[in-house]
């Protein structure tokens, strides 16, 4: 897995965003921010080589749907192998940005958590904006995004959305990465 993952770095580094794959200590502390007894649906945006996913997976709720959307073809080859005959686990190649139509898709009307390790710092802006405002959107009201990023240059970005709720550091993970937890912002709070 390993391997896989340096060699999509090495040819998609924009895409891949790290040159290895989150440490179990990086997957605990973003599951630490969920709340699966009462989450229906979990969305996780660039799942890479399945990390969170598994996490995701084993801890949910038997029912609570696990919606994973990946843009890297040969990560999304992967997962649906992996995945494959998994109740309640959709994998979908495609953007974060186009969130709200996946869930649309498959008749889900809203998420109770997005968990990202999109690398936000090297997105463009104007991408970065689209896939924020697409989150605020999607999640149900009291819904949480949790991501991680290596470091918090953006944070004035999820600020424009979201209401930053918790921050820690995991310095068990290479490179070490910082782990926040959003609440979203009402729309007339996020345009004010």
């Known amino acids: 897995m390993l391997l896989s993952f340096l060699k999509e770095y090495l040819h998609h580094p924009a895409m891949t965003g790290a040159l290895a794959p989150s440490s179990a200590h990086l997957a605990r502390r973003m599951a630490a921010q969920i ?26 709720r038997p029912g609570t749907v696990v919606v994973a959307i990946e843009a890297n073809p040969a990560f999304c080859r992967l997962l649906r192998a992996r995945y494959s005959g998994v109740p ?3 994998i979908i190649h495609g953007s974060a940005g186009r969130a709200g139509e ?20 090297s997105l463009p802006r104007q ?12 999640l149900r009201p009291g819904g949480k995004l949790v991501l991680f990023q ?14 930053l709720c918790r ?26």
């Open 35 to 60: 709340d699966f007894d009462r989450a229906h649906c979990l969305v996780e945006y660039g799942p890479g080589t399945g990390v969170f996913t598994d996490v995701l997976i084993r801890q949910r």
């Open 150 to 163: 290596y470091t918090t240059r953006k944070k004035k970005l999820f600020d424009e959305c979201f209401t």
């Open 88 to 90: 309640h686990v959709h």
């Open 127 to 138: 991408v970065s904006r689209q896939i924020l405002g697409t989150t605020r959107r999607l």
């Open 102 to 121: 996946c869930l649309r898709q498959l008749g889900l009307p809203a998420a109770d958590y997005v968990v990202s390790g999109l690398p936000f710092a």
């Open 167 to 192: 921050q820690s550091r995991v310095l068990l993970n290479f490179p070490p990465a910082f782990v926040l937890t959003y609440a979203a912002r009402h729309e007339a709070e996020a345009t004010a």
